[in-house]
């Protein structure tokens, strides 16, 4: 099987794009995306992965071998660059950009069976007229058609996984600044300043533009939030596993968090937001706890009673639920279908 993953319309490279040897490349990589290309070549009979890119530069390419299997990044300026290439079995579309509609409206059957997981907003939904065989959401709420799908994903567990440190906060919450309207900031740190209970929690902020959240805090008379600035992947681990809960507090108009599957792969219960999009698989988990707008007060207590029961039974399902095996194997499953 050759598998295709056409990853973002964007030029701009990742930290782990700098890698050219395959132990370095896999150690630093983040996006769960690429790890499941590499994943279907340790486990299945896929013989070939290639990840399309977009970039300013001439075209150019990594190869990574794994015996007679071969995993490629393939960095073009034009993703119509694909059809010099002998066609794919399975490809996947992430993103939901117009270019990848173009691509399969141009010649659908040259991408084997397509898969489509898009954005945030209208994007959840292939809105350009693109052809694709199944339609991956991740939350419920937006399954509407028989070809739409449940998408499972998990932290990255080179990067994201439990360490033994001592807590130093009740709360690590990770949103960034500049996407202000779709995380919750406003509605999380206003609640705070209504919450006796809130008020006296230690709360480390991770994200871009702190100084947004540190004016809000000003605006609502809150000062038990830590605003720390923007930490890498490696440092978003630790401050988690220095955190007893991670807390999500997204709204309905964002994408499903990819923050919450990090936090459970590190082993730290999660407290999300009802609003925030993310399969029941997840949230009927011991350790996840669901608040609405106007409960996350009780919901804390009660976490913070059941904390180190919440945290083994995480910790005990990063070997069962939440391995990444279990969950590219149900991911395979209904591909399959």
């Not at 794009?17 to 370095?24: A, C, E, G, L, P």
């Not at 830590?226 to 007893?244: C, E, I, M, P």
């Not at 999500?248 to 919450?260: E, H, K, L, Q």
């Not at 976490?303 to 005990?316: I, P, S």
Request: glycine share 6%; net charge positive; hydrophobic share 35%.
């Amino acid at each position: 099987m050759i598998f295709w993953l056409f990853r973002t319309n964007l030029t701009n490279l990742e930290s782990y794009h700098q890698y050219d040897n395959i132990k370095d490349f896999k150690m630093n990589l983040w996006d769960f995306y690429l790890l499941q290309g590499l994943w279907l070549l340790e486990n299945t009979e896929c013989e070939e992965v290639s990840i399309w890119r977009l970039t300013k530069r001439p075209s150019y390419g990594v190869k990574f071998k794994f015996g007679g299997k071969v995993f490629i990044q393939r960095f073009v300026r034009s993703f119509d660059e694909c059809f010099k290439y002998k066609k794919p079995d399975v490809t996947f579309f992430r993103g939901g950009f117009s270019e990848y509609d173009r691509l399969t409206k141009k010649n659908p059957k040259f991408f084997g069976t397509k898969l489509y997981l898009g954005a945030n907003g209208p994007r959840r939904y292939p809105i350009y007229g693109g052809i694709y065989d199944k339609i991956l959401i991740e939350d419920e709420r937006d399954i509407k058609k028989d070809n739409h799908y449940p998408f499972y994903k998990i932290g990255v567990p080179n990067i994201f996984k439990p360490l033994n440190l001592q807590k130093k906060y009740d709360i690590c919450w990770i949103a960034n600044g500049t996407q202000i309207k779709q995380k919750g900031q406003e509605y999380f740190i206003e609640y705070v300043s209504k919450s006796n209970v809130l008020k006296n929690a230690k709360i480390l902020h991770i994200g871009n533009k702190p100084d947004v959240g540190k004016k809000l805090c000003d605006k609502y008379g809150v000062d038990n939030i830590d605003f720390t600035g923007h930490y890498d992947r490696f440092g978003v681990n630790k401050a988690l596993n220095q955190s007893k809960f991670g807390l999500v507090t997204s709204n309905d108009v964002d994408g499903c968090p990819r923050i919450s599957t990090e936090i459970l792969a590190t082993g730290t219960p999660l407290l999300i937001r009802d609003k925030t999009r993310l399969l029941r698989y997840y949230r009927d988990l011991d350790f996840v706890k669901t608040f609405s707008d106007n409960n996350l007060e009780k919901i804390y207590e009660e976490a913070k009673k059941n904390y180190e029961e919440m945290r083994q039974k995480n910790l005990n399902a990063l070997e069962s639920e939440l391995n990444l095996d279990n969950i590219m194997r149900m991911n395979i499953r209904l591909w399959e279908e």
